[in-house]
């Protein structure tokens, strides 16, 4: 089955940046929209930024200003940028597209980012 495989993660330092990097294990077609969500120890998946299948972006209120997310639907690819990370970022995060014609979302296993001097 074609999942989604992020990576990029690691230990950042605070105040650094990530690039984390989305992309399909296989081919995956009729991609609507794409985002990022992440969970930290003891606490539920959040969102931490999206595209919706209209174009527009939503980022969370937690990351605004300091997250840029990139998609290439066509090809199930996406890209997530954050800035200024302090430790209230550390998470495993993870991606994933919503597939229109099946009408289901697939996720990718997560990647671990850790913000610790």
């Known amino acids: 089955q074609v999942q989604l495989v992020e990576s990029g993660g690691g230990l950042v330092q605070p105040g650094g940046s990530l690039r984390l990097s989305c992309a399909p294990s296989g081919t995956i077609s009729s991609v609507a929209s794409m985002g990022w969500y992440r969970q930290a120890p003891g606490k539920e998946r959040e969102l931490v930024a999206k595209?919706?299948?209209?174009?527009?972006?939503v980022v969370a209120d937690s990351v605004k200003g300091r997250a840029t997310i990139s998609n290439d639907n066509a090809k199930a690819t996406s890209v997530l940028q954050m800035d200024s990370l302090d430790a209230q970022d550390t998470a495993i995060y993870y991606c994933?597209?919503?597939?229109?014609?099946?009408?289901?979302?697939?996720w990718g296993q997560g990647t671990q980012v850790t913000v610790s001097s």
């Open positions: 595209t919706t299948n209209l174009g527009s972006i």
């Open positions: 994933n597209a919503y597939q229109w014609s099946t009408g289901r979302f697939i």
